[in-house]
């Protein structure tokens, strides 16, 4: 019973290097979304994908590209990373709106990605 | 725009004490409210939640209930222990297809023995 899986857990990167987080989900859920935590900033929203095919800007998503793979998977590229970018990055999913779904949200354990 | 703002923390209480963090909300439409924890070095988990006007969520001691005439959903608990040590978050979710929660910035609460 995985839910939401999110590789790496942990990164280190030298300013103007990349990298791609990998997301995936096995709850059939429709939409998917990329968050960053910093500390008194809560959670802010990079990106996200309504739908299998679409994705769009969130809060932030300066910096960033995003690729829905397929309806299970939803990658966050950083193309030539900054110390800006050093934070907690949370992957999370929801299923189709309706009286099962009350909007939650289901959050993979994050990933660490530190910039210098 | 839609927005959740909650109490500043950090919130330091000795076990057993009464706990309140206040959280309130702007929205269009009839958003589902919730609650989320997370614990130091993990994810978040759900908490609570509540999906429409004067409905009360609870779960493990801690209840909120959804105000709409003072667009709140504050989260209450009557004896706090020390595992109730996290950060909390308040969040809001207007449930059509695709949307996003948008969160508070979060409410650390710090129980001692």
């Known amino acids: 019973n995985a839910g939401v899986t999110q590789t790496p857990k942990f990164q280190v990167l030298k300013t103007g290097q990349s990298m791609t987080l990998q997301c995936a989900q096995d709850?059939?859920?429709?939409?998917m979304y990329w968050y960053r935590q910093d500390p008194g900033m809560g959670l802010r929203l990079i990106y996200y994908s309504a739908s299998e095919g679409t994705t769009d800007k969130g809060e932030v998503p300066n910096g960033y590209n995003v690729s829905r793979l397929n309806k299970r998977e939803f990658s966050l590229r950083l193309e030539s990373a900054a110390p800006s970018q050093t934070s907690v990055y949370f992957c999370?999913?929801?299923?189709?709106?309706?009286?099962?779904?009350?909007?939650?949200?289901?959050f993979g354990e994050g990933s660490r990605l530190t910039v210098l | 725009g839609d927005s959740v703002t909650q109490m500043e923390g950090p919130v330091t209480l000795s076990e057993e004490a009464f706990l309140t963090i206040n959280c309130t909300y702007t929205?269009?439409?009839?958003?589902?409210l919730f609650w989320y924890v997370q614990y130091p070095g993990e994810g978040l988990q759900l908490l609570l939640k509540a999906t429409k006007a004067d409905d009360k969520g609870s779960n493990k001691g801690f209840e909120a209930t959804y105000r709409k005439e003072t667009t709140s959903f504050h989260l209450e608990k009557g004896s706090v222990q020390v595992s109730d040590s996290a950060v909390y978050f308040c969040a809001l979710s207007l449930r059509q297809a695709g949307t996003a929660l948008i969160f508070g910035k979060g409410t650390t609460l710090s129980v001692s023995s």
């Open positions: 929205a269009t439409g009839y958003p589902s």
């Open positions: 709850m059939n859920h429709n939409s």
């Open positions: 999370a999913s929801k299923g189709l709106a309706g009286a099962a779904n009350t909007g939650e949200l289901f």
